[in-house]
Each structure stands twice: as C-alpha cells, then as structure tokens.
Nanobody, 123 residues
Framework: VQLVESGGGSVQAGSSLRLSCASSYTHSTWCMAWFRQAPGKEREGVAGISNEGSTKYTASVKGRFTISQDNDNNTLYLQMNTLKPEDTAKYYC???????????????????WGQGTQVTVSS
C-alpha cells in the first residue's frame, strides 16, 4: 500500500489549505487518518474517518478542519481553514484500524503511512 500526500505549503495565519492523500489500495474495513508532527513533538492524530464516513477530530482543530474521502478514487482529503501558527507541522496520511473512533488516536493503530507534507503557518 502506498500513500502519497500533497497540498502542503507556507501560508499566513487565517489562510486555508487542502491536503490530499492518494492511496494505491483501500479496504472496506480500514479507516484513514491524518496525523501531524511538529519539530521536537510526538506525532499526534488530527482527524480520522471510517469507510462509512464516521469522523473524529482532535479538539484543537474541531470547527476548522474537515476530513473527507473519495472512495471511488481512493483519495483522502483534509480541508484546513483558519490556520494558526500552532498548526505548523509535517502532516501524514495513515491507513489502518478504527480504534480512534472509540478512544484516542494512536500511531500503533495504523500500519501504512505516507511520506508527509509540510504545512507552515506564519503569524
């Protein structure tokens, strides 16, 4: 399984970006998610979605970010609005389990990862 992210960039606070993740394969039992990792910090879950469309967001992005997917084209999206400097990180697409729907995001639940795309938000 290959996951390829795109859409990152450098923007000013208050701007929007849309990340995309193209997957070479998906399975109806898999969930997809976006994680991010800032320098010196642990990788954290940002948003996740089940094959049926159930979603979950970390508190800091609720109301600003929207995760969606195009199952016909095996593509995952993350629409990021009202970006803040604290959103600066490398964003990763992940495929795997759905445990996050019932608890916290964990990198251990995802077996497939993309190479990441950098998002930098300046104030």
């Amino acid at each position: 399984v290959q996951l390829v992210e795109s859409g990152g960039g450098s923007v000013q606070a208050g701007s929007s970006l849309r990340l995309s993740c193209a997957s070479s394969y998906t399975h109806s039992t898999w969930c997809m998610a976006w994680f991010r990792q800032a320098p010196g910090k642990e990788r954290e879950g940002v948003a996740g979605i089940s094959n049926e469309g159930s979603t979950k967001y970390t508190a800091s992005v609720k109301g600003r970010f929207t995760i969606s997917q195009d199952n016909d084209n095996n593509t995952l999206y993350l629409q990021m609005n009202t970006l803040k400097p604290e959103d600066t990180a490398k964003y990763y697409c992940a495929a795997g389990g759905c445990a996050f729907l019932f608890g916290d995001f964990s990198t251990n639940d995802f077996g497939y990862w993309g190479q990441g795309t950098q998002v930098t938000v300046s104030s």
